[in-house]
């Protein structure tokens, strides 16, 4: 069935119907995906999509991949399973901000401690979609939903903020509507040979319509986003000219305009991923006023071996050293003969 | 010189101390020589939930009763003959257990003030006369183990530690068991702290050495239990947790699959994730997850990715992994689930016995969600049936549960050792790529129902597989209600069929049609197949029945259960076994239950089998 041409967006797409409702950001990470996989030399029988349950989690059914959709929030154990069980396979973990911060949240914790080598896409719609709309961990406070009526008082979590805790290593954001930006996003975490983690900000259009619209609006985007390249400086706006200074007083990241108070472009802070300090300002960044969102790799740490890899490792150690049989367990130890 | 010697056919000792004591150690030593004496025996180590609880106290008093005889062995026994009682708390716990008349040997020097009070005694047992119905032996042990390990240094703390070996010295001599495996065992544990092992072995030659004086002799007997007329063959004492890591190592090799084992500690199912992970070499990966829904989430992601998946826990984590396993059964995943079953409900006895799960284990899941569920009856019986659950899961690709208990885990017997070359192999087929195209992950094999297995990697199967129901031809999400129907009766025929391959059920002692049956399953099997013995030696017309395969049963169930006149089902729960029957068969089965997190006496099982027969009469 394989010929030599190259793979592309056709062959990764699956026959089944999609039923996600009409405008909903996950058709464009779904499309995104299956047009950058060729691009990174993906195959279909290597590739795994594992998800656990959400709207989100319905994508592995739409890639003519292997996948499993598993259940509520329990993907990264799945996922952990199969790594383990084939280390070679190339696997992609699908789960929600209900799914993998409440009722997962255990399990992506440990996938990242771990460093088990997953890409992890969180679609953060700040919503419970498939159950109609309750509040989520990541909801803002006072959100008005049919499980919170008089507003909710949960403080949100911040996905980029829990993952560095939970010790991720690579870590990274982009939106659904960012079709240019997602594909270096995807391929940065698909290099990665460890746990990678992305929010992806997700528009749910039913139930949250809007959520990320002061982020993703074309009118004010680029004065919302923070672009962040590796050795690039951290610039920013529709001219151009704001940038991300390091504050002594404050111990905190802090915007400025370029060419205002004696500020110019060597002022500006140059994006270093290996730097945890820094990455942990540009998670919080963006909750301030005036202050863009940090989208692109926010962190990223080389190791020298996945967690699969580290276990193999050791089995293989256990086998150089002395391999026995189960023969060899059972008739040994301290045994006696009966005549 | 030399004392009489009593000839028996059998005896139980009891060691017990405070858990600090090494009572544990003391008893599998005395395990160990009595095993390689040849005689069949039964062991039952019974510690505390504390890991250290305060010294001297009842709920610190760790215990270890063997049985042993130079015949069939196949219950730890009702009451202990010997009592080795380390201090005034071992004492107070243990002594109600003692047959009347047994021998009671005892450290005085334990027997302080201050110890006499943490026990709960007012008066000194040894001293008011309450201990008038037994032989009594007080000796100073603590005071004659310091004496015998002066010459090695040792502060008076650690010379007390040799304390047990003392005492083993003691039992050895009495039942003339050899003491070189004993030393041998020490020199190879302490190789490189040898004063440590002669100090131990000092002590050990010292407490055998006072068996022998003179004085004793005469208040004392000594005894010997010869070997038991076994089968030919090559044996060894295995616990319930080996065989059945054994087995389930085995399982891997005969089925040439890696096996991926997720699991997360708790009492008593821990030792087979210790045993596992010290098998790397066999190529054996284990995870210890974040917890128990992590551990069977990651052996079920191994399954998909074609391993041998298996989990292991006890009750309260088999709760837990009760959603993952309707997603192994809507996946039609093979997975092997060990529960080695606790006390309960909750948190319940962690340390000691029940078979309360069946219920869990049959019926305990969201949904019409069948699966095969296997029972083990004795430690040496755990790697045959740790096999069976493996061959059950990879040719039918379904999850099984394999129940064993706290009793079984921990207890160990002489086991004949397998003919390894024998056993058979079932290897395993993948799906490769079809010839037409489309690949169907719900394509089954006419006479199993098994579906078939394709792992990630293989060119032209890819497909995706999800708990949402699937449809019978295609394997793609379906809500059709029809489909949803033959779906469901498709997994349970599957289950069910299972049945044309399962042995039929054969009465262990007795035979069809017997007055009485009873009918047992799981770690009481020693207790009801003894009384049923004795039963029978008194004239009663009575067999025993065992089940070790739950769900589904042997197909000759039905007939076999229904030609006896009254059915007798003994269980270590309020009657679960005892219902299922009634509801599968329509049996007026009558229940005996004890849930004391104690194993049944075979008194107990005999005099409910007397009241049986002469009720009926
Ligand atoms: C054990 C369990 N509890 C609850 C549910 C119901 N449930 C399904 S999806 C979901 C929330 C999903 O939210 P999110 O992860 O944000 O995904 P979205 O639908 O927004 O993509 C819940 C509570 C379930 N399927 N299983
Ligand atoms: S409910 Fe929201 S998240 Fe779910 S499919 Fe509809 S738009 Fe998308």
Known sequence: ?339 | MTTDVQILESAVVRFAGDSGDGMQLTGSQFTNSTALSGSDLATFPDFPAEIRAPVGTTFGVSAFQINFGAKSIKTIGDEPDVLVAMNPAALKVSLDNLRRGGLLVVDAGSFTKRNLQKAGYETNPLEDGCLEDYQLITLDASKQTVESVKEFGLGNKDALRSKNMYMLGLMLWMFDRSRAPVTDWLEKKFAKKPEIAAANIAALNAGHAYGETAELSTSIKRYHIGAVKQEPGLYKTVTGSEALSWGLAAGGELSGLDIVLGSYPITPASPVLHTLSSLKDLGILTFQAEDEIAAVCAALGAAFGGALGVTSSSGPGIALKGEALGLAISTELPLVVVNVQRGGPSTGLPTKTEQSDLYQAIYGRNGDAPLPVLATRSPADCFETAIEACRIALKYMTPVILLSDGFIANAAEPWKLPDMEALEPFEVAFASAPEDGEFNPYQRDDLSLARNWAKPGTPGCMHRIGGIEKSYDTGHISYDPANHQKMTDVRAAKVAGIAREIPPLEPSTGSAGARIGVVGWGSTFGPIEEAVKIARSEGVDVSHVHFRHLNPMPSNTDALLKSFDHVLIPEMNTGQLKTVIRDRFFIDAQPLNKVSGQPFKITEVLNAIRDLASEKA
């Open chain 1, 1 to 339: 069935m394989t010929d030599q041409s190259p793979l592309t967006i056709k062959d990764f797409t699956s026959d089944q119907e999609v039923r996600w409702c009409p405008g909903c950001g996950d058709y464009a990470i779904l499309k995104c995906m299956q047009r950058t996989l060729p691009e990174m030399g993906a195959t279909l029988e290597n590739t795994v999509f594992v998800s656990g349950i959400g709207c989100s989690s319905r994508f592995p059914y739409y890639m003519n991949t292997y996948g499993f959709h598993t259940i509520h929030g329990r993907a990264p154990a799945v996922a952990t399973g199969l790594k383990l069980a084939n280390p070679d396979l190339d696997v992609w973990l699908i789960t929600g901000d209900g799914d993998g911060l409440s009722i997962g949240g255990n399990h992506t914790l440990h996938a990242l401690r771990r460093n088990v080598d997953l890409n992890i896409l969180l679609f953060n719609n700040k919503i419970y979609g498939l159950t109609k709309g309750q509040y989520s961990p990541t909801s803002e406070v006072g959100i008005k939903t049919p499980s919170t009526p008089m507003g909710s008082v949960d403080p949100s979590l911040n996905p980029i903020n829990f993952a560095l805790g939970c010790g991720a290593k690579f870590v990274a954001r982009t939106v659904d509507t960012a079709q240019k930006h997602m594909p270096g996003v995807f391929k940065a975490a698909h290099q990665y040979k460890g746990a990678a983690f992305v929010e992806i900000l997700q528009n749910c259009i039913v139930y949250n319509d809007d959520a990320w619209s002061d982020i993703t609006d074309k009118k004010t985007a680029q004065d919302k986003q923070l672009l962040l390249e590796h050795g690039e400086k951290m610039i920013f706006g529709k001219e151009g000219n704001k940038g991300i200074v390091f504050d002594m007083d404050s111990f905190s990241l802090k915007v400025v305009t370029i060419g205002e108070n004696n500020i110019t472009q060597e002022d500006v802070l140059t994006h270093d991923e290996s730097h945890i300090g820094i990455a942990r300002l540009l998670a919080e960044l963006g909750a301030g006023d005036g202050e863009p969102v940090a989208m692109g790799v926010l962190y990223q740490e080389s190791v020298d071996l996945s967690y699969e890899r580290a276990v193999h490792a050791q089995i293989d150690h256990a086998r150089q050293k002395k391999k026995r049989s189960i023969k060899d367990i059972v008739l040994g130890g301290q045994t006696w003969h009966v005549k």
